[in-house]
């Protein structure tokens, strides 16, 4: 049995899966912010949970929005800013005797959408979050890639290529969170959309507001979701000529805009090398559940 928990700023969730895959207990509980201590026993008890409900031992991998840093081993650029600078593996390890593995919560979802998803079977597998913010992970033969400085896929933090006059405006006006500007993550995120809007209508309005306004024809809002789609291609671009993945999967909430995948894949070409470019764009298979599902797939099915 494989144990995964998606560890997020306002929820914890824990799912347990079968050898096979099929889901034998899940629950969620309120994330404790800004309370390392109280974290890590929340997360020690839901695993505790979770092979009581079942009556199965099981290897237990974590998402974190942030990574482990291979020098320090210490967790750096969580969003959730009381975990930085912890040693949260080595804390549940002890916590929970027994090994666990930590990546990214890009990664997870690249692993889950690799193992039983979207992208099964493919050898590389590049999986896009555009929710809040935009992150992504990279899987390859269905493992994560996390790197030698623990940032693979941190595709969010590149600039945006190819900036038009605009676009470069937009980059003095919304700097990135991180300290830098001109970061994918401003431009192609859920917030990063809201802001283009607000910017064209000077309305502030959320994301499946301004949906609905595209539903009914509103020229501005179909503006923002047109300069979305060319920003989003671009960036999408710029993996291709770096990584050229076999398959290229979107979650997070703006990846349910279903015209995404019919819009995407000619809006790439003009930016990628050669101008070819035949690479699949998909919709996360399992969605809000690929995050926690690619943490328990964390250990491979021979371990």
């Avoid at 974190?64 to 949260?88: C, D, E, M």
Wanted: proline content about 5%.
């Amino acid at each position: 049995m494989r144990i995964g928990i998606d560890l997020g700023g306002t929820k914890i969730e824990v799912i347990a899966l079968s050898d096979e895959g099929s889901q034998l207990f899940r629950h969620r509980v309120n994330t404790p912010r800004d309370d390392y201590a109280a974290t890590v026993q929340a997360i020690a008890d839901l695993v505790t949970l979770a092979e009581k409900e079942t009556g199965e031992r099981g290897s237990v991998g974590i998402g974190i929005p942030g990574s482990i840093s291979p020098y320090s081993q210490r967790v750096k650029n969580a969003n959730s800013t009381w975990l930085n600078g912890q040693p949260l593996d080595k804390d549940l390890a002890h916590a929970l005797q027994r090994e666990v593995r930590i990546a990214n919560d890009a990664n997870c979802l690249a692993v889950s959408e690799a193992t039983d998803g979207a992208g099964a079977g493919q050898p590389l597998v590049f999986a896009v979050i555009i929710g809040t913010g935009s992150g992504a992970g990279i899987a390859i033969n269905g493992e994560s890639r996390i790197g030698m400085n623990g940032n693979a896929g941190e595709w969010g933090h590149n600039p945006l290529p190819w900036m038009d006059a605009d676009e470069q405006r937009f980059q003095q006006e919304v700097p990135c969170y991180c300290g830098l500007s001109g970061c994918i993550e401003t431009f192609v995120s859920g917030t990063g959309f809201a802001r283009d809007y607000q910017r064209l209508s000077g309305q502030a309005l959320k994301g499946a507001e301004i949906m609905r306004l595209i539903e009914q024809h509103d020229p501005v809002a179909e503006l923002a979701m047109s300069r979305y789609q060319q920003r989003l291609a671009k960036a999408l671009a710029q993996v291709v000529n770096l990584l050229d993945p076999d398959v290229i999967v979107l979650g997070g909430g703006m990846s349910n805009i279903d015209q995404l995948y019919q819009t995407l894949p000619a809006l790439m070409k003009p930016w990628v090398f050669g101008r070819e470019c035949e690479t699949p764009i998909r919709k996360a298979v399992h969605g809000d559940s690929s995050g926690v599902r690619g943490a328990a797939w964390l250990w491979p099915l021979a371990e």
